[in-house]
DNA sequence: GATGAATGAGCATTCATTCAT
DNA sequence: AATGAATGAATGCTCATTCAT
């Protein structure tokens, strides 16, 4: 195996080691060795890799947001209507978390809690989703498949509605199928801005 | 000053100091002797009126969740019919935290970051609230003035807008008035669960 | 009841809390909270009366040891001749703290280790123990009822043997009667310094 | 170096400082940042090679007593007969504490006011010492040597004697040498139980 | 590339003592 | 005399980060 591979995947692995140890036991209480020890390597050998304890999680959330994004945009270009395209986003980020709850767990718990810094990215990522929403929710206004309403706040809602269903399926003690909430989630959503059902 | 009122001044001059300082800087970054500092006291002076600093989070809690209860409570029982009622409790939340950001913060932001025991504490106290929303809902459809729906998701997307709303208001560099965004949020809100606006 | 008297009471009330508490959870690790609540009072009636902590621990070494010479003095001054008057005395002591486990506790275990100055003081009396040993084995030798020997040695040997029969009485889970172990202790003692027991 | 070798240097000079600052300060009033010092290391060094500043006192203890076992049992096995055998053990005791007062001033001083948990690895100590002594009583019984007596508690006496001594002569201002007890102490103890000096 | 020993700043908590009431 | 609120110094321990090997 060429040295980069090498590299490539020691980088990997440690990512892999972050999300569960970051997941089950929180940023701040995970210490850098415990990382260490889920990625069967060294202390020495994370900061070989990245700068800071900070650096994994941040590049573990990016790596996640870029997985989430391309769920996303694969699942919404094979639609054609703004409406439907929201559906699909709705219903991609419904799977990609409902199968990888550490994931979810990452993104909607811990990373608000791991300082102002990582919250900053956060927002920034989430930003990007909410923006996507509105998009979309631009467009069903212009092309008259929904009412004139505030879209700014029309994507928030939805944003903070997906938010709080996959935020209690995560903290929950016995979690059911969080694909389950997809149907009555969806209709509450298309209700709220006016979209017939 | 009898003793008795002077240890009740401190205990609250301790509390609002700990909102200040844990809204600021956050519960795990801020140090017991910044709650000290600002409470124009000392390291034992906290530890004779709080067992430890998580003690200090969980008073403050539960000190702001009794307000927000009570102020709840309060705009609430002028009102009859339960969309009336929903609606005053959120415009009750919306004023509340509008003219107490840190308070805000503090629930929504900070609180999560702070460990799994004080996590499991909010999660209790969101879900006095959710539980809230989720029987006026429930009257609202024996009523007949919505049509039956689930309203335990539509209380937990109801809870996440809100909480999304009020977050990102929160976290705005240059937050406007939290007031102003009533208006749309309760249209869209009472679509979702298809109660005439 | 008198001022004086009432004081008085008082500060019997503090020793006696005080030698439950040392004897039961240690010196070092007692607070003077715990000794002030054993003794029905407050910290501040503690401070009242006692200068501080150490100041406690030395009132009650000097109780406790001006009890154990007085006992001694009793049961030693109607013998005649040395060896009795040494064995009367080894009964005492034997009698004494079987019947107070926490006085022994106190005298033998505690104050080892509630630092140097504490130390020096219970150095003193157990050399005032020791010196009374002496004195006699001393009189026995000029007396002619034993050899000539090294008596300094010889007391320190019977304060040595004596203090571990009962400092293993006092750490004993399950101790038996302190008194039983006299007959043959005796014997040995006496044998030690050539005297036909 | 090897990395290995270096670790057990490092380990090794923590408890020589451990032994010098707990022997002078004592082991409550000793903090371990102060051992750091005397190893000349930092107090995160410290906590790499051990657990908690107990654990320290603990290896040192362990290591301490498998030290002073070695040398009884290397002086006890080049004699036969048990009272010559009692005899060389007790003549290694008082010359590697004689050699060791610091190591002295641990056992038999600091240890007692350590706390519970090291108090009770102390008796274990004590007892594997005091068993081996009743074990040469019993076979010198056994073998005729010396008359039948009640050999637990005659070991008792032994080394509370031993103990006492070597006590002594750890808290004296100006101490002699140790080991010219021996002669006198021999003798006591000899007689004590019947055998002929 | 990798290891693990070492560093040192930071922090929650304890507690003897003081003192206003 | 007595109370209990307040003080502040002290300390064991954690952990992100560095670096010699």
Not at 30 to 41: C, G, I, M, Q, R
Not at 45 to 66: N, T, W
Not at 76 to 84: C, K, W
Request: hydrophobic share 50%; no cysteine; proline share 4%.
């Amino acid at each position: 195996m060429p040295t980069q591979a090498r590299t490539q995947v020691r980088h990997e692995r440690i990512l892999d080691a972050a999300l569960s140890v970051f997941a089950s036991r929180g940023y701040r209480d995970a210490s850098v060795d415990e990382v260490a020890e889920a990625a069967e390597t060294s202390k020495g050998g994370i900061y070989f890799h990245f700068p800071g304890k900070q650096a994994i999680f941040v590049a573990l959330l990016e790596r996640s947001a870029d997985l989430l994004l391309a769920r996303i945009v694969e699942a919404v270009e094979v639609e054609r209507e703004p409406v439907a395209r929201a559906d699909a986003a709705l219903r991609a980020v419904l799977k990609l978390f409902g199968s990888h709850r550490a994931l979810a767990r990452l993104f909607l718990v811990e990373a608000l809690g791991a300082g102002p810094e990582l919250r900053a990215r956060m927002a920034a990522v989430n930003g990007r989703f909410a923006a996507f929403i509105r998009q979309n929710l631009d467009e069903a206004v212009q092309q008259g498949a929904i009412a004139p309403i505030d879209t700014a706040l029309a994507s928030q809602v939805w944003f903070g509605a997906l938010n709080q269903i996959v935020s209690d399926w995560v903290l929950a003690e016995q979690p059911g199928r969080l694909e389950d909430s997809y149907p009555a989630l969806r209709a509450l959503l298309l209700r709220s801005v006016g979209a017939a059902p």
